[in-house]
C-alpha cells in the first residue's frame, strides 16, 4: 500500500508541473504573436536598409565617414543575443555555440563580446572571455531608444578605432519551431559584390555627401540593432513555447505510465489479499 501511496503523490506532483507547463506554453504562445507582429513589420524595413547601405558602401568614398574605413581584421567585437531566462529549449545553447564556433574559426584573431542576454553574459563571464560591456533585462520592453543607445556603443568603439570589426551573433526567427542562428557584420559597411562585367558607379548626393552619410550610417547600425533585437525576441519566445508544449505532453505520457504501474501494483495487492483470504478460509474448514 505504501508503494500505491507513493505513485499517487508523483502522479499528484508530475500533474502540478504539467498544469504550469501547460500555463507557460499559453503565456509564450500570447507573447510570441505580438513579438511576431513587431518583428514581421520592422523586417521589410530593416531589409531594404541594408540593401541599400551595402550598395551605398560598393560605390563611396570610405573615407566619406569613419563607419565606411576598414581598419583591419584583428580586433573582432561581438555582440552575442541571447535570452535573460531559460526553459527554452536549445534557445541560448545554440546561439553560444555559434559564437564559438566563429571565434575557433578565426583564432588568429583577439575577440572581444558584448553580451545581451543574462544567459550569454553569465556564461561568457564565466568562462573567462574578455567582455568590453553587457546588458540585461533588455528584451521585457524593446523598443528603438534601447537599441539606440546599444548602437550608439559600439560606433564609439569603431569610430575610436578599439576594434576593426563588429558582428551580430542572434537568432533568425524563422517560424514557430524553427530559428536560424545568424552571424552577420555590423561594422564596418559590408559592400555588395559588383559583377566583373559591371561598373560600381557612384550616386549624385543632395544634400553633400558627408552630411548624409553622418545621418544614413548611424541609423544603419540602430537599425540592425534593433531588428536583431526583435528577432531574438520571437524567437526566444518560439523556443520556450514549444519547449513548454514538449514538456506538458511527456508529463501527460509520465503520468500515464505511472496510473498504469498503480493500477497493476493495487491489481496484485488485491489479488494477494483475496488469496490469503481464501488459504484461511480453507485452513479454518
Do not use: W
Not at 583591419?72 to 529549449?89: A, F, H, N, P, S
Not at 576593426?164 to 533568425?172: A, C, K, M
Amino acid at each position: 500500500m505504501a508503494k500505491t501511496q507513493d505513485l499517487k503523490r508523483r502522479i499528484r506532483s508530475i500533474g502540478n508541473t504539467m498544469q504550469l507547463t501547460r500555463a507557460m506554453k499559453m503565456v509564450a504562445a500570447a507573447k510570441l504573436r505580438r513579438a511576431q507582429d513587431h518583428m514581421m513589420r520592422a523586417r521589410p524595413f530593416a531589409h531594404k536598409t541594408l540593401q541599400v547601405l551595402r550598395s551605398l558602401a560598393a560605390r563611396a568614398n570610405p573615407e566619406l565617414n569613419p563607419l565606411l574605413s576598414v581598419h583591419g581584421d584583428k580586433r573582432t567585437e561581438i555582440v552575442v543575443l541571447t535570452g535573460d531566462k531559460g526553459l527554452c529549449g536549445g534557445f541560448n545553447s545554440h546561439i553560444i555555440r555559434t559564437a564559438e564556433s566563429y571565434m575557433r574559426e578565426h583564432d588568429e584573431r583577439t575577440f572581444t563580446l558584448t553580451p545581451i542576454g543574462k544567459r550569454g553574459g553569465e556564461y561568457f563571464r564565466r568562462h573567462g572571455f574578455d567582455i568590453t560591456q553587457s546588458y540585461a533585462d533588455v528584451f521585457r520592453d524593446v523598443d528603438f531608444p534601447l537599441a539606440a543607445g546599444i548602437a550608439q556603443v559600439l560606433i564609439d568603439a569603431y569610430v575610436n578605432e578599439k576594434v576593426d570589426e563588429i558582428y551580430l551573433v542572434y537568432n533568425e526567427f524563422k517560424s514557430a519551431i524553427q530559428a536560424k542562428p545568424i552571424v552577420q557584420r555590423l561594422l564596418p559597411v559590408e559592400p555588395i559584390e559588383v559583377a566583373k562585367d559591371e561598373t560600381a558607379d557612384d550616386y549624385l548626393y543632395e544634400p553633400e555627401p558627408q552630411q548624409l552619410f553622418a545621418k544614413l550610417l548611424p541609423y544603419y547600425v540602430e537599425v540592425l540593432v534593433f531588428q536583431a533585437l526583435l528577432e531574438s525576441v520571437a524567437a526566444e519566445h518560439a523556443a520556450r513555447m514549444t519547449a513548454m508544449e514538449a514538456a506538458t505532453k511527456n508529463a501527460g505520457e509520465l503520468i500515464e505510465s505511472l496510473t498504469l504501474t498503480m493500477n497493476r501494483v493495487r491489481q496484485a495487492s488485491i489479488t494477494t489479499e483475496i488469496i490469503e483470504v481464501v488459504s484461511g478460509a480453507e485452513a479454518l474448514g
